[in-house]
């Protein structure tokens, strides 16, 4: 099959590989459809993620249809399903409380030992995300062996386009499960760090939990543009000092919730973040904090921080002294995607959330080292790329 | 920094390993005590009833199941087992090993039978966990590195870090019995089978 493997930093390329098979019980094979790029895909292109060894099958956000399974899937050969970038047993403790990115058993055995030393115990595995949650090849293929495909996939019913209902894979539930850890009550104003796929779906969650603002802050015009249309106020932290404006806009209280979805790859000459930039280039830290330290700043005494952005390693310059003294609740972690999957279909089925506004992009998979390329050198115009394996190269159209 | 694999094995600081001269009673209860002996012990939680990890422990043929190194392991009698490991170079190493305690649904241990080339024996405990969170599991595992050429072959392979191999056993034991199978990232079943990480 064709499939998007990593050989380095800025260096994916579509390779011919072998087909995967069915290899455990409660396996099936999918033939995918549609899988998108994620912002965390740019963090694996950075090369800010350990672990990753050159021809790594990546992508984690993928549907398609099911063409094989094992014994032990309660999938049917033909039905259409979405896949969650997490994989979880289903059966360990901490699958029974549904906390799923936390699964005991969803990393194989061999490489659950560097999370663990790492974080203190291993995470549940993840499609096509490095060696360290698990090594398991990503859904940028023709083809993907989905493990636990009795408790991953969600079945999509006949009918409904991949556009509408891809993103339940990862950053419809992640954007949904951010604004859930704000622990909106109804009047609060939300402040939402970057305007990606991840703080657009924050937004939108943000509202329909109750939230009577929204403020979402980006430096790209056109994401900011999209924050706008489902009601958020923006700053754009190039025009304006994001703090100054937040205690303007809140009339000095703060936002009762922040939610950083920004990220380890945090943009913008701010003194703290051209430190940690020189820190990560001479390898003192890895991580780029800019936007959690903002978040935590401008958050109101006593109010609430959700970070669903992901970081990797210790960090220095953490303002533990404001976290602390104003009382503050910080909430994050890895989607438990399988948790949100039915609730999260019915909205959309219901049109409750808009999914489809946020591709800018459709691209045959066959152009994928292009897709990253752009995903990751033009921000403002391209906001999602979906890539379709069947798509002929001629074909490739934008929205 | 790209080989998990490797990285995990370089400084790995074990959990509970006592090393050369450590009392054995510390870790390894009633177990023998010789002054080269090593011992490694790890403890973990499994979503399942104790005389269901019991059972399927008791029957040592099941352990090659999910313990890497072993190849097979023929059961002889009530308490006579016939271990086959793998060593470097395509060798195996075999040795028989006789239970030693036996408590249903709580403890077993066993012993290679004297003459072994790598003298060891394990013990494994299942205790009821709090909260209904299933069973604790602790597991023992001492040996007596060799002396000599040959020795040094066979203890190449057990000092292959035997925290590393326990603590990854016991993983793969947890996960056969809570999900039915050993979660792998195989694309193929040779892939799964030459157990690449
Ligand atoms: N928790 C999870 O399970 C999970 C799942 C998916 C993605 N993520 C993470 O969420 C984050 C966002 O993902 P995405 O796909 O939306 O990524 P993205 O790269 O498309 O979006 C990030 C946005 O942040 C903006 N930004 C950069 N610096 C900023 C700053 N200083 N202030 C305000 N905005 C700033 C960028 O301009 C960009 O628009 C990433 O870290 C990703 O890894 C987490
Ligand atoms: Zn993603
Ligand atoms: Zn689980």
Redesign the pocket.
């Known amino acids: 099959m064709r499939a998007l493997a990593w050989h380095g930093r800025h260096d994916v390329r579509v390779d011919t590989v072998d087909d995967p098979e069915i290899v455990n019980r409660r396996d099936a094979i999918i033939k995918v459809t549609s899988t998108a790029i ?3 895909d ?2 694996l292109y950075d090369g800010y993620i350990p672990t990753m060894k050159a021809g790594d099958i990546l992508g984690h956000e993928f549907m398609g249809e099911v063409v094989e399974v094992g014994p032990g899937s309660t999938l049917k050969k033909g039905q259409r399903v979405v896949v969650p ?1 997490t994989i979880a047993c289903g059966s360990c403790y901490h699958c029974g409380k549904q906390q799923f ?1 936390a699964c005991d058993n969803g990393n194989p055995a061999d490489n659950q030992d560097i999370a663990e030393k790492l974080y203190g115990q291993p995470m549940s595995g993840l499609f096509g995300y490095s060696h360290m949650t698990g090594g398991y090849a990503g859904g940028q293929a023709e083809y993907v062996r989905v493990p636990y495909s009795d408790v991953g996939p969600i079945v999509i019913p006949d009918g409904v386009d991949d556009d509408k209902v891809l993103f339940l894979s ?2 419809l539930p ?1 954007g949904w ?1 951010a604004a859930e850890n704000a622990d909106i009550e109804p009047g609060d104003t939300v402040a939402v ?7 657009l779906f924050a937004v939108q969650s943000a509202f329909l939990m109750g939230a009577a603002r929204v403020i979402a ?4 015009p056109k ?1 900011l543009e999209l924050a706008r249309r489902f009601g958020a106020e923006t700053i754009n ?1 190039e025009e304006t000092a ?1 703090y100054d404006a937040l205690m303007q806009m809140t009339g000095g209280i703060g936002p009762d919730a922040c939610i950083d ?8 000459l ?1 003194v703290d ?1 051209v430190v940690d930039q020189i820190k990560k280039s001479t390898f003192l830290g890895t991580d780029r904090i ?2 959690i330290r ?1 978040a935590i700043v401008a958050c109101r005494k006593g109010g609430r921080v959700s970070m ?3 970081y990797g390693g210790i960090v220095d310059k953490f303002p533990l002294g404001a976290l602390m003294e104003k009382g503050l609740t910080l909430k994050t ?3 438990h995607v399988q948790r949100y999957l039915p609730g999260l279909l019915n909205a959309i089925m219901e049109e409750k959330i808009d999914t489809t506004f946020l591709i800018s992009h459709r691209m045959p998979l066959e152009q994928g080292a292009e897709a990253y390329r752009m995903f990751h050198d033009e ?1 403002n115009d391209v906001t999602k790329i979906v890539l379709k394996p069947g798509m002929a190269s001629a074909a490739a159209a934008t929205a | 920094m790209t080989d998990g694999a490797t990285n995990s094995g370089q400084d790995d600081a074990p959990l509970a390993t006592s090393k050369h001269g450590d009392p054995a009673g510390e870790t390894g209860g009633r177990m023998r005590e010789t002054a080269g002996d090593q011992i490694t012990s790890r403890a973990v939680t499994i979503n399942r009833p104790r005389t269901e990890l019991y059972a399927y422990w008791r029957d040592f043929a099941n352990l090659a199941t999910f313990m890497e190194n072993v190849e097979r392991i023929d059961v002889k009698d009530a308490t006579t087992s016939h271990w086959v490991v793998a060593a470097p170079a395509g060798k195996t190493v075999e040795w028989d090993a006789l239970v030693t305690e036996d408590e249903a649904g709580s403890l077993i241990a066993w012993e290679s039978a004297p003459g072994a080339d790598v003298p060891n024996s394990g013990r494994i405990e299942f205790v009821e966990a709090q909260g209904g969170r299933g069973t604790v599991v602790t597991a023992t595992i001492l040996y007596d590195p060799p002396a000599g050429v040959v020795g040094k072959i066979v203890a190449k392979l057990f000092q292959r870090e035997p925290a590393i191999q326990a603590r990854r056993d016991l993983r793969r034991f947890k996960q056969l019995m809570e999900t039915g199978e050993i979660s792998t990232n195989a694309m193929n079943p040779a892939q799964a089978a030459a157990k690449e990480v």
Request: charged fraction near 10%.
């Open positions: 994620c912002g965390s740019l963090h970038f990115s990862d950053i992640t499960q760090w970057g305007c990606g796929p991840v703080g802050i980006d430096h790209f994401r932290f994001t979805s920004v990220g380890l790859e945090a943009h913008g701010f973040n800019h936007s903002q669903p952005a992901v972690g890895q989607t921000q």
